[in-house]
């Protein structure tokens, strides 16, 4: 069975920063767009960042410059460094593993809170 599991959360005050990992298994972890979604009480789930097989990012305009993906497919783990954390990022946090080819989401994690207050 596949298992996506994150790690990393907490609470941090306002300009901190957090590094968020999620280490899959039983996946070809190298063939899949990996992303990490958040979702805040109150809002739809949403795209923060996505890393290709390629090393090609994307990330929501909300995070540009602050949050940054990476991946260790050796590893089979996908890392969100958050740097400058605002109260607006409060969130619980998802990775996803999607299909390369479709861009549709194949398997996702049980959540990771992040909480940023002073």
């Known amino acids: 069975q596949v298992q996506l599991v994150e790690s990393g959360g907490g609470l941090v005050q306002p300009g901190g920063s957090l590094r968020l990992s999620c280490a899959a298994s039983?996946?070809?972890?190298?063939?899949?767009?990996m992303a990490w979604y958040r979702q805040a009480p109150g809002k739809q789930r949403e795209l923060v960042a996505d890393?290709?097989?390629?090393?090609?990012?994307n990330y929501a305009d909300s995070v540009k410059g602050r949050f940054t993906i990476s991946r260790d497919d050796a590893k089979k783990t996908v890392f969100l460094q958050m740097n400058s954390l605002k109260p607006e990022d409060t969130a619980v946090y998802y990775c996803?593993?999607?299909?390369?080819?479709?861009?549709?989401?194949?398997?996702w994690g049980q959540g990771t809170q992040v909480t940023v207050s002073s």
């Open positions: 996803n593993a999607k299909w390369a080819t479709t861009y549709t989401s194949a398997y």
């Open positions: 039983k996946i070809t972890f190298s063939i899949y767009t």
């Open positions: 890393i290709a097989s390629s090393n090609r990012t």
